[in-house]
């Protein structure tokens, strides 16, 4: 019994990240109705300018509160200085363009901080003001601060005038011009605010896997297979699929399948999701008139 609430505990930690990626992929899909590809490389490099602040002597926080602001104004700018003249492009010049802006972020990381594996320190003490051995000061840190983001954007999007423009240019464009939203406006605070909860992900996960070009390859399919399972077309769905993957992944790789094929089991759920229940587990099923 330890040992099973010990590997889910563990993985709602890991969970906590793939429920963060899960949802900044939602965010970006609703905007443009694709998934954005390179978020795991735009989370990977907020979080080198995070490490970079903190090797300069700048404290945990005040470096992690930078970071924010930086990559939330780099979501923005990307959004308006390449997808924009993109809007009526056809899919694949989109993806084309996400694949790209993930090799580039991967090779600029690289040239500027090398490929060597770094050591990303963790904000949280060595030890709990309890004992246990179900959950480590990491893993609970992770759980508390993506929880406390988690709820930050719900209470943003349910009762900030903001939130609500954003919601409405996201659920209905042609809609929301009509009432004077400016719908460019909103897509790129979406895609700044993706950004943001990209680089908490990042900045979480880090000390973990260690900091490297290409930490967030696995980490990021997690965040899709959890999109998948609980709704692209729902944010809460997509955060609740994101933990779901953590818990299952975990148990999977302890009792059934064995840590080699951890991967694999993720691939396997998004087949599985798109096969038998394309909407996801939250989402809604989306009728177009032909």
Same mark, same amino acid.
């Not at 694709?34 to 090797?55: R, V």
């Not at 990209?198 to 930490?215: H, Q, R, S, W």
């Given at each position: 019994?330890?040992?099973?609430?010990?590997? *889910?505990? +563990?993985?709602?930690?890991?969970?906590?990240? $793939?429920?963060?990626?899960?949802?900044? !992929?939602?965010?970006? $899909?609703?905007?443009?109705?694709?998934?954005?590809?390179?978020?795991?490389?735009?989370?990977?490099?907020?979080?080198?300018?995070? =490490?970079?602040?903190?090797? =300069?002597?700048?404290? $945990? =926080?005040?470096?992690?509160?930078?970071?924010?602001?930086?990559?939330?104004?780099?979501?923005?700018?990307?959004?308006?200085?390449?997808?924009? &003249?993109?809007?009526?492009?056809? !899919?694949?010049?989109?993806?084309?363009?996400?694949?790209?802006?993930?090799?580039?972020?991967?090779?600029?990381?690289?040239?500027?901080?090398?490929?060597?594996? @770094?050591?990303? &320190?963790?904000?949280?003490?060595?030890?709990?003001?309890?004992?246990?051995?179900?959950?480590?000061?990491?893993?609970?840190?992770?759980?508390?601060? *993506?929880?406390?983001?988690?709820?930050?954007?719900?209470?943003?999007?349910? $009762? *900030?005038?903001?939130?609500? %423009?954003? /919601? %409405?240019?996201? %659920?209905?464009?042609? +809609?929301?011009?009509?009432?004077? !939203?400016? #719908?460019? @406006?909103?897509?790129?605070?979406? =895609?700044?605010?993706?950004?943001?909860?990209?680089?908490?992900?990042?900045?979480?996960?880090?000390?973990? !896997?260690?900091?490297?070009?290409?930490?967030?390859?696995?980490?990021?399919?997690?965040?899709?297979?959890? %999109?998948?399972?609980?709704?692209?077309?729902?944010?809460?769905?997509?955060? #609740?699929?994101?933990?779901?993957?953590?818990?299952?992944?975990?148990?999977?790789?302890?009792?059934?399948?064995?840590?080699?094929? @951890?991967?694999?089991?993720?691939? #396997?759920?998004?087949?599985?999701?798109?096969?038998?229940?394309? +909407?996801?587990?939250?989402? /809604?099923?989306?009728?177009? /008139?032909?």
């Amino acid at each position: 019994m330890d040992l099973f609430l010990q590997q *889910t505990l +563990s993985g709602l930690a890991t969970g906590a990240i $793939y429920a963060s990626l899960a949802l900044a !992929v939602v965010m970006i $899909y609703q905007a443009i109705d694709h998934f954005n590809f390179a978020q795991g490389e735009m989370a990977m490099f907020s979080t080198f300018i995070a =490490w970079q602040m903190i090797d =300069w002597g700048m404290p $945990y =926080w005040a470096a992690f509160a930078v970071c924010l602001f930086l990559s939330f104004i780099g979501g923005m700018a990307i959004e308006r200085i390449v997808f924009a &003249p993109l809007h009526s492009a056809p !899919v694949l010049s989109h993806i084309v363009v996400f694949i790209a802006l993930t090799l580039i972020f991967n090779a600029i990381a690289g040239f500027i901080w090398e490929f060597t594996i @770094k050591e990303f &320190p963790s904000p949280f003490p060595a030890k709990l003001p309890f004992e246990t051995n179900l959950i480590g000061p990491h893993e609970l840190g992770v759980v508390i601060v *993506t929880l406390i983001m988690l709820g930050l954007i719900y209470a943003f999007f349910r $009762y *900030t005038p903001v939130g609500l %423009a954003m /919601r %409405a240019a996201a %659920a209905n464009p042609d +809609s929301a011009l009509l009432v004077g !939203v400016s #719908v460019k @406006k909103m897509l790129a605070l979406g =895609w700044g605010l993706a950004a943001l909860v990209g680089a908490v992900a990042g900045m979480m996960i880090a000390p973990v !896997v260690f900091l490297e070009p290409n930490m967030m390859l696995t980490v990021l399919l997690y965040g899709f297979a959890g %999109a998948v399972v609980g709704g692209l077309t729902s944010p809460g769905g997509a955060v #609740v699929g994101g933990f779901m993957m953590g818990v299952l992944e975990n148990l999977a790789g302890e009792y059934v399948i064995g840590s080699e094929l @951890k991967l694999t089991f993720a691939l #396997v759920v998004i087949v599985a999701v798109l096969l038998f229940k394309p +909407s996801g587990l939250f989402g /809604r099923t989306v009728v177009q /008139r032909v």
